[in-house]
């Protein structure tokens, strides 16, 4: 009897939860239309062109060019809301800086999840990847390439350079958490306290769910200091029009995978299977003593979601003799402090060109 009242029980879960996440599903809609009021005032990105050169059922590879006989800087986009904060405005451009700065430069997008199609996991991102590695290895001279990622996206990244480090010149991360050691960080407790362990995988995580989660987990982070910024930013033209943009960057919610977010919140968040060295990705054990490729971490100290202690226990456990960590202070300007490696204006001035020395010395 208990056996056969399990399937009833779980279907009526999942209808239940997705019931529950239909008006935040409405609510990305709407946020994105917000996006594009301020967009039509100016405040939308500035994108460097780019060609797609290969695609899968949720991915696309873009090509911004660059020096064909040099290694490609593959960006690994955060699967929560658009990549285009790598290439937010001239002024404010990780893209940008790269392709400058003599790097030839891919990037990796993720595409909307939706209940019919993409409902993806760890070991279909982690397939993406590898796809990408290939392509890019095979049609340049300068053969394998940087892998590179923010926030959650340098988190994949990282899982899938402990798979296959063998296949990546180095791993750059950038805020990018690693390691999920309870009572370590504020962010991590409150978000795996409001998060059920009994969350559906079968529907799409609305981004606005995960955005008014986060806030939850750390106001401070997600809007009180927003709101300081725009005032310290407000005698500062540029500062002020930085912050205005992530804003509208902000308000372009995506749905994620359930699956991809049961994974992390269960394996990463509550379990911290991968700096345990126990979590499973298409069927190979991966951990800290399995990434041996040279690894450089920028961790922002004023960022509270990716907390220097999301990073070190884990560069600490690796095997590799190469592997730094630089530590970036943040500054005003970028609403949050989270995004500041990516669009600071300090960032761009004092920690991007010591990541573009790290690249070539390995080049």
Not at 15 to 43: C, E, S, W, Y
Request: proline share 8%; glycine share 8%; aromatic share 8%.
């Amino acid at each position: 009897m208990t056996t056969s009242a399990q399937p009833e029980d779980m279907s009526v879960d999942t209808a239940l939860d997705a019931f529950r996440r239909a008006p935040f599903a409405v609510n990305d809609i709407l946020r994105r239309v917000q996006g594009d009021a301020l967009g039509a005032l100016g405040l939308g990105p500035t994108e460097h062109p780019y060609r797609i050169v290969a695609s899968g059922s949720h991915w696309r590879l873009r090509d911004y060019g660059g020096p064909h006989d040099m290694p490609s800087l593959l960006i690994v986009a955060a699967p929560i809301k658009r990549p285009y904060i790598w290439d937010l405005a001239p002024s404010a451009s990780a893209i940008g800086y790269s392709l400058e700065h003599g790097q030839r430069v891919h990037l990796l997008e993720w595409t909307p999840a939706s209940r019919d199609h993409g409902n993806n996991g760890l070991d279909e991102y982690a397939r993406a990847i590898g796809e990408c590695v290939a392509k890019v290895s095979a049609e340049r001279t300068g053969g394998k390439p940087f892998l590179i990622g923010h926030s959650l996206g340098g988190t994949i990244a990282a899982i899938y350079g402990a798979l296959a480090p063998k296949d990546i010149r180095a791993l750059v991360l950038l805020g990018a958490p690693i390691c999920f050691q309870p009572e370590t960080s504020q962010f991590r407790d409150s978000l795996v306290s409001l998060v059920p362990s009994t969350l559906s995988e079968a529907e799409p995580f609305p981004g606005s769910l995960l955005s008014q989660l986060s806030a939850l987990a750390s106001p401070d982070t997600f809007i009180w200091s927003r709101l300081m910024d725009a005032i310290y930013s407000a005698a500062d033209p540029h500062a002020i029009d930085i912050h205005a943009r992530v804003e509208r960057w902000a308000l372009d919610e995506v749905p994620l995978p359930g699956k991809l977010f049961h994974q992390i919140i269960e394996w990463l968040y509550r379990e911290n299977l991968f700096c345990r060295g126990n979590l499973t990705v298409n069927g190979a054990h991966v951990g800290p003593a399995s990434l041996s490729a040279p690894v450089l971490a920028v961790v922002n100290t004023a960022d509270e979601v990716a907390p220097m202690v999301s990073v070190r226990p884990f560069i600490d456990a690796m095997p590799t003799g190469d592997a730094r960590i630089i530590a970036y202070p943040g500054e005003v300007g970028v609403s949050l402090q989270h995004l500041g490696i990516l669009v600071g204006r300090q960032a761009l001035a004092r920690v991007w060109p010591e990541i573009i020395s790290w690249l070539k010395a390995r080049g």
